[in-house]
Structures are given as C-alpha cells and as structure tokens.
C-alpha cells in the first residue's frame, strides 16, 4: 500500500511494508528538484536520509525493467 500527497512545495510519496517487517519510507519531491527518501531508524530513533537529484531519481525509475548495460537518459526535447 502507498499513500500520495501534495503539499505547497514538496509532494510525498509513502509505501508500507505490507509484511510489516520494514519501516514505512517516504520519498519526497522538492519543487527545487531535489528528491529525497527517509525511513525511520527506530535503533537510532532518527531517520536515515538518502538525497538524489532529479536526475538520478529518473534513472532509477528507468533501470526497473532495463537489462543489464550502461544507459543515459535524456529527457524528450534534448539531445
């Protein structure tokens, strides 16, 4: 299950291990571009943080079904 929520300058996307065996994690999308995920650590009572550029976040979501290689994406409208 994953919730989706739109806020003034973020949206956040949260997944719930339907197990029940890992912590929710949130990814949230900045409107600056930066793209970020969080899972709470309940052993360090924090969350650990994982930043990434809009960029990488699009080639990780475009390597889900690529076979093995080296790819770039590039964005329609740009060569």
Known sequence: MFTVEFNSDTSVITTLDHAGIFEDIEMVIADNGIVYMRQF?????????????????TDILTSYKTPEGMYKVVPKGKK
């Open 41 to 57: 650590d309940e052993s360090m009572g924090d969350y650990q943080m994982l930043f990434m550029s809009m960029q990488q976040f």
